[in-house]
């Protein structure tokens, strides 16, 4: 490892100043955004293209940081707002229109309001702002929730609003994801509504991917880096099959000696809270998660499987219970109770924030147990999921 001065631009969610290579791509998104005062009619979104690690979500939230700096410019777009939203880990409509409000009403929970009346809540909200807004919708794939609705609000506000208010603030939409994702979302837009042409990102050849690795690494280290730390992270990032998030998750690897977790989804919420999780187990909560959020007894067959892979015993199934309990507390995942199973109800765990996400950092030895076995081998293969914040901790 090495000593990191800046660590919280190894995040995922670190936005850097400059997009190297991608400069021109940001232009073109805020040229088709035309703010503050577009030529053409509204609606005024844009999709921004391209492969996973191509810098889609970097151009997205950088031209939407542009309109905000020309919105605030102009007399009355002071208060100017931004709402960007990975949809990736929303559990459909319902969970992006959610997720939207709560950026505007932190303490709202959603459970047990139907999508219009979430969408409802957050059209009157920013009506009575009166001030314009820049939503992103960010990492759209092919197994992304269904966007039609919330554009759909936004598109026609007077259905949702109450009576006696109409219309909203101007506001602008950047949508960034993947080919397939994006042209799902197509086929599915209301009327008045049109995506394409899309902005298309290709991906990175192997020298901008080092220069966005060099920048990082100083960025983090106060410092230049090494040039073979620099090589090493691109040569594994390109075997891998490329891209900048790839390269970025094994630079904060290199850096910070955390291992990178399997699958996707919410930054947590406490910041000051680290607790042990075994690495098959947050692989086995991975890959249960692809489609609708998986029942626990899903996560136990994973779970299972990877533990005799590496050769060790699967976990009893209350301490497994327990290790969900630890990640719902951090505000990774949630535990929903439904009907159905032999006792009339199943437990479905449902994620709130990408794993690839997590932040993770070896374990210290310790000298008690834990989960049933010696802690000198809990220590080498249970990484330290930490709840937020930089730099990595370990628990005491």
Same mark, same amino acid.
Do not use: K
């Given at each position: 490892?090495?000593?990191?001065?800046?660590?919280?631009?190894?995040?995922?969610? /670190?936005? +850097?100043?400059?997009?190297?290579?991608?400069?021109?791509?940001?232009?073109?998104?805020?040229?088709?955004?035309?703010?503050?005062?577009?030529?053409?009619?509204?609606?005024?979104?844009?999709?921004?293209?391209?492969?996973p690690g191509s810098g889609t979500s970097t151009v997205a939230r950088r031209a939407a940081r542009e309109v905000l700096e020309r919105l605030r410019r102009t007399p009355g777009?002071?208060?100017?707002?931004?709402?960007?939203?990975?949809?990736?880990?929303?559990? @459909?409509?319902?969970?992006?229109?959610?997720?939207?409000?709560?950026?505007?009403?932190?303490?709202?929970?959603?459970? @047990?309001? +139907?999508?219009?009346?979430?969408?409802?809540?957050?059209?009157?909200?920013?009506?009575?702002?009166?001030?314009?807004?820049?939503?992103?919708?960010?990492?759209?794939?092919?197994?992304?929730?269904? %966007?039609?609705?919330?554009?759909?609000?936004?598109?026609?506000?007077?259905?949702?609003? !109450?009576?006696?208010?109409?219309?909203?603030? +101007?506001?602008?939409?950047?949508?960034?994801?993947?080919?397939?994702?994006?042209?799902?979302?197509?086929?599915?837009?209301?009327?008045?509504?049109?995506?394409? #042409?899309?902005?298309? %990102?290709? @991906?990175?050849?192997?020298?901008?991917?080092?220069?966005?690795?060099?920048?990082?690494?100083?960025?983090?280290?106060?410092? #230049?880096? !090494?040039?073979?730390l620099v090589a090493r992270t691109v040569e594994t990032a390109l075997e891998d099959g490329g891209g900048s998030r790839r390269a970025i998750d094994v630079l904060r690897r290199?850096? %910070?000696?955390?291992?990178?977790?399997?699958?996707?989804?919410?930054?947590?919420?406490?910041?000051?809270?680290?607790?042990?999780?075994?690495? /098959?187990?947050?692989?086995?909560?991975?890959?249960?998660?692809?489609?609708?959020?998986?029942?626990? @007894?899903?996560?136990?067959?994973?779970?299972?499987?990877?533990?005799?892979?590496?050769?060790?015993?699967?976990?009893?199934?209350?301490?497994? /219970?327990?290790?969900?309990?630890?990640?719902?507390?951090?505000?990774?995942?949630?535990?929903?109770?439904?009907?159905?199973?032999?006792?009339?109800?199943?437990?479905?765990?449902? %994620?709130?924030?990408?794993?690839?996400?997590?932040?993770?950092?070896?374990?210290?030895?310790?000298?008690?147990?834990?989960?049933?076995?010696?802690?000198?081998?809990?220590?080498?293969?249970?990484?330290?999921?930490?709840?937020?914040? /930089?730099?990595?901790?370990?628990?005491?």
């Amino acid at each position: 490892m090495f000593p990191v001065a800046n660590p919280e631009v190894l995040s995922n969610d /670190w936005l +850097p100043p400059v997009p190297i290579a991608r400069e021109g791509d940001v232009l073109e998104v805020v040229r088709r955004l035309d703010p503050p005062a577009p030529v053409a009619p509204p609606p005024w979104i844009v999709a921004v293209e391209g492969g996973p690690g191509s810098g889609t979500s970097t151009v997205a939230r950088r031209a939407a940081r542009e309109v905000l700096e020309r919105l605030r410019r102009t007399p009355g777009g002071g208060g100017a707002r931004l709402l960007h939203l990975r949809v990736a880990g929303a559990r @459909g409509p319902h969970g992006v229109a959610s997720s939207l409000l709560r950026l505007l009403d932190d303490g709202f929970d959603g459970r @047990g309001f +139907p999508v219009p009346e979430i969408l409802a809540g957050l059209l009157r909200r920013l009506r009575r702002a009166h001030e314009p807004f820049v939503v992103v919708l960010d990492d759209v794939a092919v197994g992304a929730p269904d %966007l039609g609705p919330i554009l759909r609000a936004l598109v026609e506000p007077d259905r949702f609003l !109450p009576e006696g208010e109409h219309g909203l603030p +101007p506001w602008w939409t950047v949508v960034a994801g993947t080919p397939d994702g994006l042209e799902r979302l197509s086929r599915g837009l209301p009327s008045g509504v049109e995506l394409r #042409p899309f902005v298309e %990102l290709r @991906g990175y050849p192997p020298a901008v991917l080092e220069a966005i690795v060099r920048d990082r690494a100083a960025r983090a280290l106060g410092r #230049p880096p !090494p040039p073979a730390l620099v090589a090493r992270t691109v040569e594994t990032a390109l075997e891998d099959g490329g891209g900048s998030r790839r390269a970025i998750d094994v630079l904060r690897r290199e850096l %910070l000696g955390g291992g990178r977790a399997y699958g996707p989804g919410f930054l947590p919420r406490d910041g000051n809270t680290a607790i042990r999780i075994e690495p /098959w187990v947050v692989d086995a909560i991975g890959r249960a998660s692809h489609g609708p959020p998986p029942r626990l @007894g899903d996560v136990r067959r994973w779970e299972v499987e990877l533990a005799r892979r590496q050769g060790v015993e699967p976990l009893p199934t209350t301490t497994l /219970w327990r290790r969900i309990v630890r990640l719902e507390q951090a505000g990774y995942l949630r535990r929903e109770i439904r009907t159905g199973g032999s006792g009339g109800t199943r437990s479905v765990v449902r %994620l709130l924030m990408p794993i690839d996400e997590w932040v993770t950092a070896p374990c210290p030895p310790q000298t008690r147990r834990d989960g049933g076995r010696p802690a000198e081998a809990a220590a080498s293969t249970a990484p330290v999921v930490r709840a937020g914040g /930089w730099p990595p901790v370990a628990a005491g």
